[in-house]
Structures are given as structure tokens and as C-alpha cells.
């Protein structure tokens, strides 16, 4: 009788664990579905915005200070995407191409990337490290 009564729980034990991954599969199934319609056209829709926000970064006078071996520096590029062919950006570094050297050390460049409003060729107001799309467009008054 308790060999009888030891196969029976092992198969509810069995049946258990099997109904356990079938329900763990079907759940973690529906949580990597995403949407599919109109993502083609937010993609298009975000790169048209961020070209128009880093076209009006530039027509405000606003230029990023960096320099080609910095990780920041590229992290801000990436993040801009293709809009950042828009920016106004000048190479710090010596070895950079096309350094301007000379600029970076007017501006008082002490860290990469340094985004700066200039009007007239004087400095208006400047943020240093990193910045979000938000705290460009706050600090310039673009749009997103």
C-alpha cells in the first residue's frame, strides 16, 4: 500500500511541476509580446523630432565641446542618433580631427562633453558632463 500510495503522489508531484513550467512559459510569452503596429512610424517620428530639436540647437547657438576619446562624448552622439550630423561640435582633443584646440582653450574646456550657448561669440550659459534630450532643450529652449 505505501509503495502504491508513494507512485501516486510522485505523479501529482509530476503533474504539478509540469502544469508550473506550462503556466511559467505562457506567462513570460506574454510579457516579451509588444506591440507591432506604427513602430515604424514612431521610429521615423522620433528621428524627425531629434533632427528638428538638433537642427534648433544649432540655430540657437548652442555647440558641444568634446573630444573623439571620450566615452560621454560618444554616449551623447549615440543618443542623438542620426540628428546629431545637426550639431554644432567642436573637437578638443589634440589629435581629434579637426581640432580647434585654440577654441576649447578660450572657452575654459576642463571637461568633455561641455555644451555651450554662445550669442554673438560670447558665452551665454554652458552645461558640463552628459545631458539628457530634456536638459538640452531646457537649457536652450528647443523643443523635443
Known amino acids: 500500500m505505501k509503495i502504491k500510495q508513494s507512485s501516486s503522489i510522485k505523479k501529482v508531484i509530476f503533474v504539478l511541476i509540469i502544469l508550473g513550467v506550462v503556466f511559467l512559459a505562457g506567462y513570460l510569452i506574454l510579457q516579451k509580446k509588444t506591440p507591432v503596429a506604427n513602430t515604424g512610424n514612431q521610429t521615423s517620428s522620433t528621428s524627425s523630432n531629434l533632427n528638428a530639436f538638433a537642427q534648433c540647437l544649432s540655430e540657437k547657438g548652442v555647440k558641444m565641446y568634446g573630444s573623439y576619446i571620450c566615452s560621454a562624448c560618444a554616449a551623447q552622439k549615440k543618443g542623438l542618433g542620426?540628428?546629431?550630423?545637426?550639431?554644432?561640435?567642436?573637437?578638443?582633443?589634440?589629435?581629434?580631427?579637426?581640432?580647434?584646440?585654440?577654441?576649447?582653450?578660450?572657452?575654459?574646456?576642463?571637461?568633455?562633453?561641455?555644451?555651450?550657448?554662445?550669442?554673438?561669440?560670447?558665452?551665454?550659459?554652458?552645461?558640463?558632463?552628459?545631458?539628457?534630450?530634456?536638459?538640452?532643450?531646457?537649457?536652450?529652449?528647443?523643443?523635443?
Not at 573637437?91 to 576642463?110: A, F, S
Request: one cysteine or more.
Open 82 to 144: 542620426e540628428a546629431y550630423q545637426y550639431i554644432d561640435y567642436v573637437e578638443c582633443h589634440p589629435n581629434g580631427p579637426n581640432p580647434q584646440t585654440d577654441l576649447c582653450l578660450k572657452r575654459n574646456i576642463t571637461k568633455t562633453p561641455t555644451w555651450i550657448l554662445e550669442k554673438d561669440g560670447a558665452v551665454v550659459k554652458r552645461l558640463e558632463g552628459f545631458q539628457s534630450h530634456e536638459d538640452l532643450a531646457s537649457f536652450s529652449g528647443c523643443k523635443l
